[in-house]
């Protein structure tokens, strides 16, 4: 049994689990095209059509990625104003 090596090696944040997915997302998209372009003249049509799918699969989630990415910072954004307008920039988080 081998140990699994950890993936963060600390608490992440929100944007660091996103941002974490997004990369891992593009390295199996990556990884769709190479086996393209190495086996598509011996591909049938069953193959092409799984590749095409799971191209759309991982586009899609990458776009659902980058809308929660941006979510997360305007919340960042609203948060900081907040806090200066509240008078609470300069303090340290409770937790």
Do not use: C
Not at 29 to 44: P, T
Not at 82 to 91: A, C, K, L, Q, T
Request: aromatic letters at 10%; glycine letters at 4%.
């Amino acid at each position: 049994m081998t140990i699994k090596e950890k993936t963060f090696k600390y608490y992440p944040e929100a944007e660091d689990v996103v941002e974490h997915l997004i990369a891992k997302t593009e390295n199996k998209l990556k990884k769709l095209e190479e086996s393209k372009n190495i086996g598509l003249q011996f591909w049938n049509d069953v193959r092409f059509a799984q590749y095409d799918r799971d191209r759309y699969n991982q586009k899609e989630f990458i776009n659902h990625l980058k809308e929660i990415q941006k979510e997360i910072q305007n919340h960042i954004i609203l948060d900081d104003v907040g806090r200066e307008m509240s008078g609470m920039m300069d303090r340290e988080d409770l937790f």
